[in-house]
């Protein structure tokens, strides 16, 4: 219970496109408040890259605003990032993480207690 299965990582050329999925179970899914999609590069913080609160409300970091868009599939208990015009820096190990003790706008990495095994996304050039 609990268990988010992170997929849809691969090795692509810059400009090209991907799409990650997070499956969770359906307890999880619906009680979360929020929703994300992290990323790890080695050598740099983990940074979170979108969030999409219980609203559906959602909020991109400016380094992929306009090229990557966080969704769901409330039905399939599914959160997905679609990636277009990747470039070489997004090259990172992707994370999703689902908080079911508050809302996104609760600032901090700390507030999310789902966290996925991760799934390696490289762009080369």
């Known amino acids: 219970q609990g268990h988010l299965v992170e997929s849809g990582g691969d090795s692509v050329q810059a400009a090209g496109s991907l799409t990650l999925s997070c499956a969770a179970s359906?307890?999880?899914?619906?009680?979360?408040?929020?929703k994300a999609w992290f990323r790890h590069a080695p050598g740099k913080e983990r940074e979170e890259v979108a969030s999409l609160d219980i609203t559906g409300s959602t909020k991109h970091a400016d380094p992929v605003k306009g090229r990557f868009t966080i969704s769901r599939d409330n039905a399939k208990n599914i959160l997905y990032l679609q990636m277009n015009s990747l470039k070489p820096e997004d090259t990172a190990m992707y994370y999703c993480?689902?908080?079911?003790?508050?809302?996104?706008?609760?600032?901090?990495?700390?507030?999310?207690?789902?966290w996925g095994q991760g799934t390696q996304v490289t762009v080369s050039s």
């Open positions: 993480a689902l908080s079911t003790y508050s809302g996104c706008s609760v600032i901090g990495r700390s507030k999310f207690n789902y």
């Open positions: 359906a307890a999880t899914y619906h009680s979360s408040y929020c």
